[in-house]
């Protein structure tokens, strides 16, 4: 079945640096992928949608200066969290559309700590 | 937009009990709604998506239902087991190459 890759699957990182997440469809193309932030005992949030080859498009209260997308092939979207601050712990989970299929796929998530 | 509510927040059951997990969607227009499965730190399994044209989906001993009139789904577990413990997330969509919208989720625990 389709795969979704997302690295790392952890990281711990000191406040005021930035983190890269990177999420890819191993077996087939997506031109949209989604990205979700969830706080503990929380459900996911949506935070943004990455259209492959434009800019992301955002939620109400996602600050795009601070969370970056970029979707620059049909099989990656990264999620960079600059100068990450405690508060931005969270799990962030992406996803992505399979035409075909009819179906989103979802990445294992990324566990973030922010010291 | 879709808003998705799952009821109860937390369950606890002893084991080989059956039960039933719900879900409502405001939307009837939805294209198609999804059962996952959450541990612990741990991303998502899914376990059963309904199309807008289905009822229901059986695997194993889950079935899921959709009736789009009341906006209502249920997932039934039969004869649960301690290792059906986990957060249980109801989704739904309203078309195609969109992103799901998530219910806050039920926190089943399964005593042996």
């Known amino acids: 079945g389709a795969v979704v890759s997302q690295h790392p699957s952890w990281v711990i990182c000191k406040s005021g640096t930035s983190v890269k997440i990177e999420c890819r469809s191993l077996?087939?193309?997506?031109?949209?992928m989604f990205w979700y932030r969830q706080f503990p005992k929380q459900s996911l949030m949506l935070m943004a949608t990455?259209?492959?080859?434009?800019?992301?498009?955002?939620e109400q209260g996602v600050e795009k200066d601070k969370f970056l997308i970029n979707h620059a092939s049909l099989t990656l979207s990264t999620l960079t969290v600059t100068s990450a601050h405690p508060e931005d712990s969270s799990f962030y989970i992406c996803?992505?559309?399979?035409?075909?299929?009819?179906?989103?796929?979802f990445g294992s998530g990324t566990q973030l700590s922010v010291l | 937009k879709q808003e998705v509510t799952q009821i109860p927040a937390a369950l606890s059951v002893p084991e080989g009990e059956n039960l039933v997990l719900n879900c409502s969607f405001t939307?009837?227009?939805?294209?198609?709604l999804q059962w996952f499965r959450q541990d612990p730190g741990k991303g998502l399994t899914s376990l059963l998506l309904?199309?807008?044209?289905?009822r229901e989906q059986t695997s194993g001993r889950l079935n899921a239902s959709l009736d789009k009139s009341s906006g209502r789904s249920t997932l039934y577990i039969a004869a649960s087991q301690p290792g059906d413990s986990a957060t249980y997330l109801c989704?739904?969509?309203?078309?195609?190459?969109?992103?799901?919208?998530f219910g806050k989720g039920t926190r089943l625990s399964v005593i042996a």
């Open positions: 309904i199309q807008s044209s289905q």
């Open positions: 989704a739904g969509s309203n078309s195609g190459n969109t992103p799901l919208v």
């Open positions: 990455s259209n492959e080859g434009s800019k992301a498009t955002y």
């Open positions: 077996d087939f193309q997506a031109t949209t």
């Open positions: 939307d009837s227009a939805i294209y198609n």
């Open positions: 996803s992505a559309w399979r035409g075909g299929v009819e179906k989103l796929f």
